[in-house]
């Protein structure tokens, strides 16, 4: 392995000390003093540049896509060169071909992964968990940690009764595949009683259907095998939480003797004060020997629609029957004024959520794929359908029949505001909380979720200022490294594996998400690039140069034990 020496940077090394400007020096793939590498080392000149430790996001979907991407993009792009997968409770192992069918639709319907690429890019041919994640030694960009997922080992050992409670017999095959599992490399367990995790049939998702006795009995399961922690959603990790569930979180977290950290405690909970209550839950922990942290999304996720995946817009009422149909019929469909006027009404009749989506004028063209939408981008359909002097309905489905259904649209959000930022990095600090939530790998047809860490250094560093470079860059990196024990990672110290990026901080950012048909079976996704992201290395190894992933596989499986240590409460 060639010697690096990384010069002329700004080094800011990830524990929240000032930065300076020195020498990185890289040797067998850590960091060294710069002394001992010898006088043919390559040079990396990072003038004008930040030298940091690659970031780890704890949230990610990327279990499937690492099949067919080791890079993970665009999270590279972003300076993410850690990533943990498995998260949720949905997890592609120890299931494999006899349950195919089943996870696929669920992940197709749960975490927007398209069936199409699902189907074409897995072989579903692994037996245990050991057998799925071995292969991925020596084939990853990245270094990437996963889970075991509650709901796939509630369909190994329940199968089409996976949604009924289990027996105590049940239970105890269901922890033996936990620890099993860890064993074999996992980080530890994931699971979801979210209200909004419903499978492909509608159902509840497996998880949704145990016992808090086996909730607390699965979280145990880790105890017995180094490195290993705990994550989930419940109920109130969206409405604030109930007194029995900071009791549930407290005793998983006290059974596993690991913390326990929940998602997500978004940008608008953060504004509107709701965390507070929410963050209660840690403080409860805390008294009673565990440890919750939450999962805190530091930047707004925007809300893309299409009426190609019809995601959300198959919940209003009546809508569904039209969406479901192929895209030559749904595109006759939406040109047909009958059609248009049934979904109006079922839209207008709507008394949930979905109804805020329905407000047809707010909704802000962001991408259109036709020459007949050309110059559209960037307008609201109020706007357009002034100008036209038509029906804001009529003017959205021609657009979108014009596009082929591709077009991408957006509820009109306000721009955040410099207090709000402030209040969020207020929370970014809190002990309680670690930054992440980026879901990268998920929700491929509504958002580009990897964005999160280039959005913290555009804009609470550099745009409002509400928190330095140093600390900024301790939440990305050091601050989730630790939650997770990371051996080696999270910091530039010498002995730390080499995990880098290089970024300019005049002009990091992000690209805005375009749609992109890169995945296996000729399926969407929404992609967004990194600006301002020079270099990134892996292990001493680039995995991007230049701003452009180039190719290598320096990344680690990360297992437990030989590559984390144990945190506890």
């Known amino acids: 392995m060639t010697d690096t020496l990384i010069t002329g940077g700004y080094v800011v090394d990830g524990t929240g000390a000032p930065g300076a400007i020195r020498e990185v020096a890289i040797r067998d793939g850590r960091f060294v003093p710069p002394d001992q590498v010898g006088g043919s080392a390559r040079i990396i000149d990072a003038a004008g540049l930040v030298v940091a430790p690659g970031f780890v996001d704890v949230h990610t979907h990327y279990d499937a896509q690492l099949s067919w991407d080791p890079a993970a993009s665009p999270s590279p792009l972003h300076g993410v060169t850690t990533a943990i997968g498995g998260n949720c409770g949905f997890t592609l192992a120890p299931a494999g071909e006899a349950h195919a069918d089943y996870l696929m639709r669920l992940m197709a319907r749960v975490e927007g ?8 890019g897995l072989p579903w041919d692994w037996k245990s968990y050991e057998d799925w994640v071995t292969r991925f030694d020596g084939h990853l960009g990245i270094n990437a940690g996963f889970l075991t997922g509650h709901s796939a080992i509630r369909r190994v050992v329940m199968g089409e009764a996976c949604h009924e409670t289990a027996t105590d017999e049940q239970v105890r095959e269901m922890a033996c595949l936990v620890t099993e599992a860890c064993r074999a490399g996992a980080l530890g367990f994931s699971t979801s009683r979210a209200p909004t995790h419903n499978d492909g049939n509608g159902d509840p998702v497996p998880s949704r259907g145990a016992s808090l006795e086996e909730l607390v009995t699965l979280a145990s399961a880790v105890a017995g095998v180094e490195g290993t922690t705990l994550a989930g959603i419940l109920d109130g990790s969206l409405n604030g939480y109930t007194q029995e569930e900071m009791e549930l979180l407290t005793a998983m977290s006290v059974g596993a003797n690991r913390p326990i950290n929940w998602n997500v405690l978004g940008g608008s909970s953060i504004s509107g004060g709701a965390h507070t209550h929410q963050l209660a839950a840690s403080d409860y922990a805390a008294a009673h020997g565990g440890r919750v942290v939450a999962l805190t999304l530091p930047n707004n996720m925007s809300i893309r629609l299409s009426f190609l995946s019809g995601f959300a817009l198959d919940g209003l009422p009546g809508w569904g029957p039209v969406i479901k149909l192929p895209i030559p019929e749904r595109i006759r469909a939406l040109a047909d004024p009958d059609v248009r006027h049934r979904l109006r009404e079922g839209a207008a009749s709507d008394t949930g959520v979905l109804r805020l989506l329905a407000n047809w004028p707010r909704l802000e063209v962001v991408e259109v794929t036709s020459a007949a939408n050309r110059g559209l981008e960037g307008r609201s359909i109020g706007e357009i359908a002034a100008e036209r002097g038509a029906d804001p309905f009529d003017v959205l489905c021609d657009i979108v029949v014009a596009d082929d259904l591709r077009t991408g649209l957006r509820p009109a959000v306000a721009p955040t505001a410099a207090e709000e930022w402030g209040l969020r990095a ?9 930054v992440g939530g980026s879901d990268a790998g998920a929700h491929l047809d509504m958002m580009c979720g990897a964005t999160y860490s280039t959005a913290v250094l555009a804009h609470a560093v550099r745009e409002f200022g509400v928190i330095s470079l140093e600390e900024a860059i301790e939440q990305l990196s050091d601050v989730p490294a630790r939650l997770y024990g990371l051996r080696g990672r999270g910091r530039i110290s010498d002995g730390y594996a080499a995990d880098a990026v290089l970024f300019d901080p005049d002009t990091v950012g992000y690209e805005p998400e375009r749609m992109r048909e890169d995945l296996p079976g000729g399926a969407w996704r929404l992609y967004a690039e990194g600006i301002g992201i020079h270099h990134v ?33």
């Open 113 to 120: 992964m398209p069936l199409a690429a699902l189907e074409a």
């Open 426 to 434: 207020d929370v970014w600090r809190d002990p309680r909380t670690v």
């Open 537 to 569: 290395l892996v292990n001493g190894t680039p995995i991007v140069s230049d701003g452009r992933i180039v190719g290598n596989t320096p990344g680690t499986q990360l297992h437990s034990g030989r590559d984390t240590y144990t945190v506890t409460p």
